[in-house]
Each structure stands twice: as C-alpha cells, then as structure tokens.
C-alpha cells in the first residue's frame, strides 16, 4: 500500500540485493533495525527517482533477507514481486535453519517459514503453518510459540490502511509477510 509498510520475505530472495528485491519504482525507501548493534541499530537505503538504492548509514542495508522485518515506503499501490527460495524437492537437502538475531530491547522481526512451503503471493497475509509433533497436520503458529525461545514481552505489527499498531497477544497468528516489532528482555 502506499504509504510505510512493516514487511518481511518468508524465504531468502534468489538475489538479495536491495536494488533487486525492490525494484518497484514507487519505493522510495528501506528501513531495518538491528538491535544486536545497540550503537547503530538503523539500516537505511532510499533513492531517488529511477535511482539505485543507496545507504546513508553504516553499516548500510544493501542486502533483503528472511528473519529481517523491513519497513518499506512507497507512493504507489503496486505489488513488488520477489523470487524467493522455494520448496526443497525430493532427495534435495533441507534448508538450513533460519535463525533472527536478536539483541535485548526493542527487535524488527519478519516471518520466516523454515520449509520454504508458504512462499508463493497467495500465501501473503495468510497464517504461517508449521507440522505438529507426529508430522500428521499442519498447525497454526502463534507469537507465542514464534517467540517462545526468547524472553519476550510484546509485539506488534502495523496495519498500514488504517495506520495503526496492533499488540499481538500470544495466542494471535503469525501472517506471512508481516514484520513485528518484539520486546526482546535479557535472558537467563
């Protein structure tokens, strides 16, 4: 939507460069915060006009990947197409396991499917599934159960129609191509 979006990519994009990935001309600018960095958490990158994408902060944001929540302006409506990596096949090796960074504070996480099932656009905006314990059917993820490795207080994501955060309770659903602020405290 036009306007500041709180996104994320499910899977790593086949070419991660930030001109790749968003190459929407109605992108003006990328924002990620990396909390990990406490002296320097903002990664920015913006362009102007038909421009390529460049980064006023160091480190700088050159790069789009999974586990990373983006917020993203643009002025238009369009959808931006990303190719994503997909399913494995058979006799293919399993994707390794994506691991977010997290540092104690405030964190911009994105939603990543660890099974590359849930990336093509009819997933966007539907809930993340993952295998229950005997691998029988698939189940609903929750913030709760997103966060559960990690002391975390609250989260919220940002609905950029009506403007306005949304607290996510532990029981709410993770949604594809959502980005959420979390409250990381330290650990034990």
């Known amino acids: 939507f036009a306007g500041w979006n709180s996104v994320s990519v499910p899977s790593s ?8 990935v968003l190459s929407n001309t109605g992108i ?3 924002v990620a915060y990396d909390a990990t960095t406490p002296s320097q958490p903002w990664r920015i990158a913006s362009k102007v006009d038909a421009a390529a994408f460049t980064s006023g902060t160091d480190p700088g944001l050159t790069t789009i990947t999974a586990g990373t929540g983006y917020w993203i302006e643009t002025s238009n409506f369009e959808d931006q197409k990303v190719a994503l990596e997909g399913p494995t096949g058979p006799g293919d090796a399993r994707p390794g396991l994506t691991t977010i960074a997290t540092g104690n504070g405030w964190n911009l996480v994105g939603v990543v499917d660890q099974s590359r099932q849930q990336t093509e656009k009819a997933n966007k905006g539907t809930t993340l599934t993952r295998p229950n314990s005997d691998g029988s059917a698939d189940v609903a993820v929750t ?3 997103y966060l559960a490795t990690v002391n975390n207080g609250r989260a919220y994501t940002f609905d950029t129609v009506k403007s306005e955060f949304f607290e ?11 980005g959420a602020w979390a409250f990381i405290s330290p650990q034990t």
Request: no cysteine; proline share 4%.
């Open 168 to 178: 996510q309770t532990s029981t709410d659903n993770v949604s594809i191509g959502s």
């Open 28 to 30: 003006k600018q990328v």
């Open 13 to 20: 994009p086949i070419d991660t460069d930030v001109n790749t």
């Open 143 to 145: 913030y709760g159960s």
